[in-house]
C-alpha cells in the first residue's frame, strides 16, 4: 500500500510531476586544479559544489563556476542524455591565481622563457586517457582526450603580440609569443550517437589518467614579469553537454 | 466555458479591438540586454532587468518593452550568446614605451587571463533554471564578430628586437575576440517557449570572487565603459492587427 499511498499523495499535494516530463539542453560539468607537482590522475564529477577541490588545496572550495554537481558522483534526480563530450585545459585567469601577477605578465609570462609554463600546458594537453565509468562499467576509453574531446569554445586569437627585453634568459625572437590550447571549433567536439542516457542516482567515475608518468611540474615554473619563477594554477574540465529530462512543474 | 466578464472583453475586442488575437505572427527577433562591467568587477551582473529610457540606458543598451518580461508577446528561443563591446579599444597604448604596463593596454589581456576565463551564466524563467552556462562568453559565444583583424608582420610596432641586454621591446598588436564561428553559438534545442509577461532572469555570476579587468588602461566606468551583453536569438510570436 505504501507506494500507493506516496503516489496518491503526490499527485495532490506534490511540486512536481512526475507523469510529465520535460526536456531542455544543459550540461553537467566539473573542472579540478591540477596538482602543481603533477598526478598520474585527474577525477571528475568526485566532489559537488561546497566541496574543497583537492588540487588546489584545503581553502578553496568549489563554487558554480567550478562544477554544478550537487551530489557526490551522481546527477542525482535528473535523466541525463549525453550528447557530447568536452575536455578543457587552461590557467585560471590572473586574479586567481595564488601570486600578484603584475602589470605585463599576459605578454611576457607564459611563454617567454624556456620550458615556459606554456610549454607545460602543452604537454598535458597531449597527453592522457580518459576513462568514464557508469554503475562501474566502462563506457567510454579515450586516449588524449584534450585532441579527441576538444572544448569546441575558445577565445579566437588573431595576433598575440609579445613583448621581451634583451635580458638572456629570454630566448624568443620577433613574433614568437604562443598560446596553447585545444580546439574551439564547435564542430569539433566528441559527439555521442547514439546518446546515451544516464539514470537518477547511477554513480558517475570519470577520470584522466596519466599512465606515462605524471602530469608536468608546474611548480617555480620559469615565469613571471622578472623572469622568476611562480607556480602558476591550472584547471581541467570535463563537460557533458546534452538533455537534462526532468519532471514537469 | 469562461466568466462572463471575459466572454464580454472576448466579445468586444473581436469587435472593436486593434488586435486579431485568433491569428498570430512569427518573425525572427533578437532580445539583447548590454550592462557595464565596472573595472573593479563585480560578484553578479544582471541582464534584462532594465529598459531603454531609464537614466543611462539607451537602445543601445537593450530593446526590451518591460524589466523581466517580453511584455504582451510570446517568445521562442532558440539561441543565446554573450558579447562583449567597448567604445574605444586604443591599443595604440601597447607600445614599448609602455613595456612595463603592457597588460592594462589592451582588452586582449581580459580574453587571454580575465573575466572571459570565468563567470556562469545563470537563466531562469520563473524560479525554474532553465540554462547554467559555464564560462558564457566562450561557451556562447555571438554567432559572428566584425572585428576582424588580419595579422601581419606590417602591423608591428617596432623593429626587430633588438638583442641587447635591457633594450626592451614590443612587437605586433594583440588582437583576441570571441570565437566567430555560427556553430559555436548556444543554441538551445529544444527550444524553449517563453509566454507573455513570463517573468525571467539572467544573471552573470563570479561565485569565486569577482574579477577585476586587467586593461585598466582602456577601460574607464564612465568615459570607455566595458559593455558586457546577452543576446536572446529566436522567434517573436505576435497577434495579427
Redesign the interface.
Known sequence: MTPEIIDSLQKRFGSADFSRYQVVRGQKYDFVRLAAAGTNSVSFFSNPIGATDPGAGATLFKTLEQTNLVKNASFGQEYFALTQIRTYANFVCQSRQGFTTGTNFTYRGYTALTNSAMEQLQTVLNLGVLEIKFAQKLYYQIARPFVQCPPGFGIDIQSLASSRTGNAAETQVSGTNWSARADSRGTSVYNIDPIQIIEPEIQIQAAINFPNGNTPNFTNTALDTANGTQTPAVELGLIFDGYVIRPSQ | MGFQSESIISAASQRFGVIDYTRWQAIRWQWYSYVTYPSA?ASTLTFFGQVAGQTGVTLQDTNLPKAGSFGQTHFQLKSISTDIQIANNDVDG?TRAN??????R?L??D??????????L?FAVGA?P??????PF??A?PPG?PL????S?V??ISA??????????????????????R???Y????N?LIEAEQQFTVTL????????V?ATNVVNDTTNPLKVGVIFDGLLLRPVQ
Open positions: 568587477g601597447f613595456q612595463a604596463t603592457l597588460d592594462t589592451a586582449a589581456s580574453f587571454l587571463g580575465g573575466f572571459v576565463q570565468a563567470g556562469v545563470n525554474r532553465f540554462a547554467t552556462i559555464l564560462k566562450q561557451y559565444p564578430s576582424d583583424y588580419d595579422n608582420y602591423n608591428q626587430a628586437p633588438v638583442p641587447a641586454a635591457g633594450a626592451a621591446d614590443v612587437v605586433g598588436l594583440p588582437w583576441i575576440t570571441q570565437t566567430k564561428m556553430n559555436n553559438v543554441f538551445v534545442d529544444p524553449i555570476d563570479f561565485p569565486s570572487g569577482a574579477v577585476p586587467l
